[in-house]
């Protein structure tokens, strides 16, 4: 069976849509309870030293639609500069930031319909 794709307006205008979804704050317990679902998980996205761009911004929106739940992967560097990127790429894919550890961070954006990730109630 094939995926749906983005409507016409591309990639952002899924985001968008998908972002008010996602803004909402994640408890404690649904946070732990995606952590271990994220543990065996590889890195989908990984930043190069051009850091965020566009097309990385794009490309994990679409990796996002696909899995829901997605680990990415950034340089090495400083720490509040790595906190920064995985921040802003969580805000502009509609994504919520369940955790950073070293220079991999999960992100989790909930599909529409089917939820593939079920999470516990707060």
Same mark, same amino acid.
């Given at each position: 069976?094939? /995926? +749906?794709?983005?409507?016409?307006? *591309? ?23 995606? @952590? *271990?679902?994220?543990?065996? %998980? /590889? +890195? !989908?996205?990984? %930043? =190069? ?7 990385v911004a ?6 996002? =639609?696909?899995?829901?739940?997605? /680990?990415? /992967?950034?340089? =090495?560097? &400083? @720490?509040?500069?790595? &906190?920064?990127?995985?921040? #802003? ?5 509609g994504s919520? %930031?369940?955790?950073?550890? =070293?220079?991999?961070?999960? %992100?989790?954006?909930?599909?529409? #319909?089917? +939820? *593939?990730? !079920?999470? +516990?109630?707060?």
């Amino acid at each position: 069976m094939e /995926k +749906p794709r983005p409507a016409a307006g *591309g990639p952002s205008a899924s985001v968008s849509a998908a972002a008010s979804a996602a803004e909402h704050e994640l408890t404690e317990r649904q946070r732990r309870h995606l @952590r *271990g679902l994220a543990h065996a %998980l /590889k +890195p !989908v996205v990984r %930043l =190069g030293s051009a850091g965020l761009t566009e097309a990385v911004a794009s490309e994990t929106a679409r990796a996002l =639609g696909d899995h829901e739940l997605i /680990k990415v /992967k950034a340089p =090495g560097g &400083d @720490r509040a500069a790595r &906190d920064e990127l995985f921040a #802003e790429l969580a805000r502009r894919t509609g994504s919520a %930031l369940v955790h950073r550890i =070293g220079n991999v961070a999960v %992100l989790y954006r909930p599909r529409a #319909e089917p +939820p *593939g990730v !079920v999470i +516990p109630d707060r």
